[in-house]
Structures are given as C-alpha cells and as structure tokens.
C-alpha cells in the first residue's frame, strides 16, 4: 500500500531544496533534514539528497544558461573540471565516514555554512582593500570547495557565493548563474559514487527528485524577480534554525 503522506513530505522536501539552490544555494537545509525525519541514517541522507537535487540542479542550470560566464577570467569549463574531480574525493570521503562521526561533523560543517552566507559581504569588503586575490585563489579555493560539496554539499551554493563574491568582489546576482552551474557539477560526482557504491534511498529519493525538478525550475524563474536581500534573510534564517536543531540532535 502506498504510504502518501510519505511520498508528500519527500516531494515537498525536494520542493523546497530545489527552489532554495536555485536562490541562493542550502538546499541541503530542506532536504537532508527531511530524509532524516523519514527514517534514515545522516549518510544515507546525505547521499541520498545529493542525487534527489541533481536534476533540479540541471534544471536550474538550463534556467540560467545565458548567464553563464567566467569567473576572474577563469572559464565555466575549466572550473567545472576542478570541481568535478575533487567532489568526486569529498564523495568517496562520505562513504569512508562512519555514521556517527558524521553525525558529530555535520553540525560544524551547517555552522561554516551559515557563518558564509551571513558574514561574506563584509568579508569580501574587508578582503578588497587589503589585497587582490588572482585566479590562483580562485582556482584553490574552488579545489577545496568541490570536497566540501562532495563530501556534504549542504550550502555548497552559499559557499560558493561567499567564496567567490569575497575573491571577486561581485554580487550575489552576478554570481546567481556558475554558481548554480559549479552546484550541478558536484552534485554529479557525488551522484555517480553514491549510486555505484549503494548509499542511496530510492524509495525517499524518487518522490524527493521530482519535487525538487519542479522547485529548482520555479526557484529560477522567481529569482530573477525577488530582491536580493529578501532571498539572503531567508536563507540565513533556516539555515540557521537547522544548524542549531543539528548541534542539538548530534551533541544531546
């Protein structure tokens, strides 16, 4: 018998996973949480809500698609193949990860999370009048950024816009499409070691994955048009929320 109240928290949970990424990246806030509430283990969560965002991370990818353009004069392409390789380590690196550490590690990663996304304004301001980072910055930090979306990938597209927003000193909006194109390119390796290696519900992921395609569509179009500062105080705060309920859930 078909459980639909379980199939409707999957798919509302994809729902709003999709749309945030597509806004401002923490996707990861929704949708982990949610597989957990559901019953699974936080690596299998994990996993799982990396290949239930793919697709609305490509959806995403394709809303943007005239947006794309390099980053510090570093191309789309080469960047890609930076991220790719090294989500593909963070990705083998979760599944080495016993359940329990990960439970205690988890906090501390939604914690640098939230701290980008609220701080990386000032960061970047700061980091402007003191230096003038190149893109050998850009591309290091980009390294380290690809095992954190491999490993974790919750607010992987916030890291992203801090990191780079604070090397390049753009804005958020600027930034809005090869940010969301570089979340697409982790969440493909990370995808492709999780299937292989079985760590992936697909009882949660299925109903996850198709509300996620139509919240990362929606989440696209809608960003275009809400003002930046509404979508930032949104995101901060459930992230936020979920940082605090995980340092309680792992340390209790």
Same mark, same amino acid.
């Given at each position: 018998?078909?459980?639909?109240?379980?199939?409707?928290?999957?798919?509302?949970?994809?729902?709003?996973?999709?749309?945030?990424?597509?806004?401002?990246?923490?996707?990861?806030?929704?949708?982990?949480?949610?597989?957990?509430?559901?019953?699974?283990?936080?690596?299998?969560?994990?996993?799982?809500?990396?290949?239930? @965002?793919?697709?609305?991370?490509?959806?995403?990818?394709?809303?943007?698609?005239?947006?794309?353009?390099?980053?510090?004069?570093?191309?789309?392409?080469?960047?890609?193949?930076?991220?790719?390789?090294?989500?593909?380590?963070?990705?083998?690196?979760?599944?080495?990860?016993?359940?329990?550490?990960?439970?205690?590690?988890?906090?501390?990663?939604? @914690?640098?999370?939230?701290?980008?996304?609220?701080?990386?304004?000032?960061?970047?301001?700061?980091?402007?009048?003191?230096?003038?980072?190149?893109?050998?910055?850009?591309?290091?930090?980009?390294?380290?950024?690809?095992?954190?979306?491999?490993?974790?990938?919750?607010?992987?597209?916030?890291?992203?816009?801090?990191?780079?927003?604070?090397?390049?000193?753009?804005?958020?909006?600027?930034?809005?499409?090869?940010?969301? @194109?570089?979340?697409?390119?982790?969440?493909?390796?990370?995808?492709?070691?999780?299937?292989? /290696?079985?760590?992936?519900?697909?009882?949660?992921?299925?109903?996850?994955?198709?509300?996620?395609?139509?919240?990362?569509?929606?989440?696209?179009?809608?960003?275009?048009? @809400?003002?930046?500062?509404?979508?930032?105080?949104?995101?901060?705060?459930? /992230?936020?929320?979920?940082?605090?309920?995980?340092?309680?859930?792992?340390?209790?």
């Amino acid at each position: 018998m078909i459980d639909w109240t379980f199939l409707a928290l999957a798919a509302v949970g994809g729902f709003v996973g999709g749309a945030m990424n597509a806004l401002a990246g923490g996707g990861s806030f929704s949708t982990m949480p949610t597989l957990i509430a559901l019953g699974l283990p936080s690596t299998i969560a994990n996993a799982t809500s990396n290949v239930a @965002l793919q697709p609305a991370a490509m959806a995403s990818v394709w809303a943007y698609r005239h947006g794309l353009e390099p980053v510090m004069g570093v191309s789309m392409r080469r960047m890609a193949a930076l991220t790719f390789v090294f989500a593909l380590l963070g990705s083998i690196l979760l599944f080495l990860t016993p359940p329990r550490a990960f439970d205690l590690i988890v906090p501390w990663l939604l @914690l640098t999370a939230t701290l980008a996304i609220a701080g990386g304004r000032h960061a970047s301001d700061w980091l402007a009048r003191i230096a003038r980072p190149g893109p050998r910055a850009l591309m290091g930090a980009q390294a380290v950024l690809g095992i954190y979306g491999g490993y974790f990938g919750g607010g992987i597209g916030m890291m992203l816009t801090a990191a780079w927003g604070l090397l390049s000193g753009r804005n958020p909006a600027q930034l809005a499409a090869p940010r969301t @194109l570089m979340l697409a390119t982790a969440n493909a390796a990370a995808t492709l070691v999780f299937v292989v /290696t079985g760590m992936v519900a697909w009882a949660q992921c299925l109903p996850m994955l198709a509300g996620g395609v139509l919240g990362g569509w929606s989440g696209a179009i809608i960003g275009r048009k @809400l003002p930046a500062g509404l979508i930032r105080g949104w995101t901060l705060l459930l /992230t936020t929320v979920t940082t605090l309920v995980f340092f309680w859930r792992g340390y209790s």
